[in-house]
């Protein structure tokens, strides 16, 4: 029977996707099923890899058997995941305990103790990113420092990805995109680096074998077979990050292509072919070999303006309905009839802190400029702009470094709105491509599957094959210029109310024990 389609494995933060594509980059079928998160104490973020197992292997099957897809007709899995999520299993590949997630931030005194025993500005040049709790390795130390136990029996500390393929496979793997959450990863050589490690009182012998992306790491097992309905034998290759996998699928293969993300969180990913590390910002290897991605990953994205649409979105949920739209929608066109800059009122999306490039968890949200003549609109545009203005914030701090974009690829929730996409390209004053498909980083995994099992000969071939520019937006130079003097007091305003979010933070913490003392 011949091979007809590529099966993708999509594990994001709060579910996971199946999707599966013919060679021309066609969704045939698609099922999304959502898995839980645990905030056990304050500061830390937990999901259950046997859960992400259980609804994977019952989407795998369901997508089947719904689309009437034969498994035999499967040519290969690909498999992406999210970043630094930090999974302990046993030699059964069992996990240890729940997988600290990226939003885990238990760990700020493991980081802390890294500055300290052993340079932050080394461990920079090192792995290319700075050392925050985020990262897998302060989780490793903060398990061997208060679950001794479970430390000693781990085998190996998996990621999200890799979980998976040995779910399907039973083989281990360490693919390279996710190599950057690990400090001792030398992000320039593609190697461990073993007097680190050590300095640090970690051992290599944790880590699995190192694997290409592309790179097939075993076959579906009869065991996988079995709880998946898929059939024993399908290739499986390594996977990788999802942002990587998202910026494959949004056609970028060049160095100075870009991705633009906009999705529950924001964010960009250059390509580059040699490592430029910012401190600032996240370097980590593309999903194609010896190509990297200079990274901004932002809390504001499309989540800003689903904040908006949960807790003051009654009016546009009452329209959309009567109209047959979405609220989103009924925003977009709300949003459009108010001009750039929005009166004057400027938003900051640090809805749960920020990451990149000011690294600062305890900032937050703010509406600046509110006053009796502004409007739900005005407040609607002003958030669409906020999340512009932190992405135009990390392009201007890669350009420090010599990264160097004209062209985004806009993916994402975000990339759906004529209106948000175009305030982008102005705000950024760069040309804006928008890709066809709403499944960029399922198809990113499915393009690596591709490559893999030798159904493309390269990946210049899989993406002109399966990517389509749908839109293109050129930014105004006049609203450019309007959003310039915005954006130079969106910068001015986290630099005076840093200090004030520091104070806030405290006060909210003092609140909080003082109710639990009572």
Same mark, same amino acid.
């Given at each position: 029977?011949?091979?007809? !389609? ?16 013919? !060679? ?14 645990y905030y056990p104490h304050s500061g830390y973020a937990e999901q ?17 058997? /719904? ?47 890294? /500055? ?6 080394? &461990? ?57 959450? !690990? ?48 059939? #024993? ?43 430029? +590390? ?14 990297? &991605? ?43 009839? +108010? ?52 992405? &135009? ?20 929730g975000a990339a759906n709105s004529y209106v948000w996409t175009q ?12 890709? !066809? ?12 599957a591709g490559v893999g099992a030798g159904v493309y000969s390269s ?51 003092? #609140? ?7």
């Amino acid at each position: 029977m011949s091979k007809k !389609f590529l099966l993708a494995v999509d594990l994001g933060t709060s579910g996971c996707k199946i999707t599966v594509f013919d !060679f021309n980059g066609k969704v045939m079928g698609s099922w999304t099923g959502e898995y839980q998160t645990y905030y056990p104490h304050s500061g830390y973020a937990e999901q259950d890899p046997q859960e992400w197992w259980q609804v994977a292997s019952h989407g795998i099957r369901g997508v089947l058997e /719904k689309n009437t897809i034969d498994p035999r007709e499967i040519a290969a899995i690909g498999v992406d995941g999210t970043s630094w999520a930090c999974i302990p299993v046993d030699k059964n590949g069992t996990p240890l305990r729940p997988a600290m997630l990226w939003l885990d931030r238990r760990a700020q005194k493991q980081a802390d103790w890294m /500055k300290e025993r052993s340079g932050e500005n080394r &461990l920079i040049r090192t792995s290319g990113n700075p050392v925050d709790p985020a990262y897998i390795t302060p989780k490793i130390l903060w398990i061997k420092e208060n679950e001794p136990e479970i430390y000693k029996n781990t085998y190996k500390f998996l990621q999200s990805n890799s979980y998976m393929v040995y779910k399907l496979t039973g083989q281990y793997s360490q693919d390279y995109s996710q190599g950057y959450g !690990f400090h001792f990863f030398n992000i320039s050589k593609g190697s461990w680096q073993e007097d680190i490690a050590d300095e640090l009182g970690i051992s290599i012998d944790f880590m699995a074998p190192l694997y290409h992306s592309h790179e097939v790491v075993g076959t579906v097992t009869p065991k996988a077979a079995q709880e998946t309905g898929l059939v #024993s034998g399908i290739p499986v290759v390594a996977g990788g990050l999802d942002a990587a996998c998202c910026t494959l699928g949004a056609g970028v293969i060049k160095p100075g292509q870009t991705q633009e993300q906009g999705g529950q969180a924001g964010g960009m990913s250059i390509q580059v072919d040699k490592p430029l +590390i910012h401190p600032k910002l996240i370097l980590g290897y593309h999903v194609i070999p010896n190509q990297w &991605l200079l990274q901004g990953g932002t809390v504001g994205g499309s989540g800003t303006l689903r904040w908006f649409n949960e807790q003051l979105g009654t009016f546009e949920q009452l329209l959309g309905r009567e109209r047959g739209m979405s609220p989103y929608e009924i925003m977009s066109e709300e949003a459009q009839g +108010i001009s750039p800059g929005s009166d004057g009122l400027i938003f900051l999306p640090y809805m749960a802190g920020e990451r990149s490039p000011i690294w600062d968890s305890k900032a937050r949200g703010v509406f600046f400029g509110l006053s009796y003549d502004k409007t739900r609109a005005h407040m609607i545009r002003s958030i669409m702009e906020g999340v512009a203005f932190s992405l &135009l914030h990390n392009l201007e701090t890669a350009e420090e470094v010599g990264a160097k974009v004209e062209i985004l690829n806009s993916v994402g929730g975000a990339a759906n709105s004529y209106v948000w996409t175009q305030i982008k390209a102005d705000v950024t004053g760069k040309t804006i491509h928008v890709p !066809f498909s709403d499944h960029a980083t399922s198809l990113g995994a499915a393009i690596l599957a591709g490559v893999g099992a030798g159904v493309y000969s390269s990946f210049e071939q899989a993406v002109s094959e399966t990517v389509r520019i749908q839109r293109i937006h050129e930014p105004d130079d006049k609203n450019h210029r309007i959003y310039q003097d915005y954006y130079r007091l969106y910068l001015d305003l986290y630099e005076r109310l840093k200090e004030s979010f520091e104070q806030l933070h405290y006060m909210q913490e003092a #609140s909080l024990y003082a109710r639990n003392d009572i």
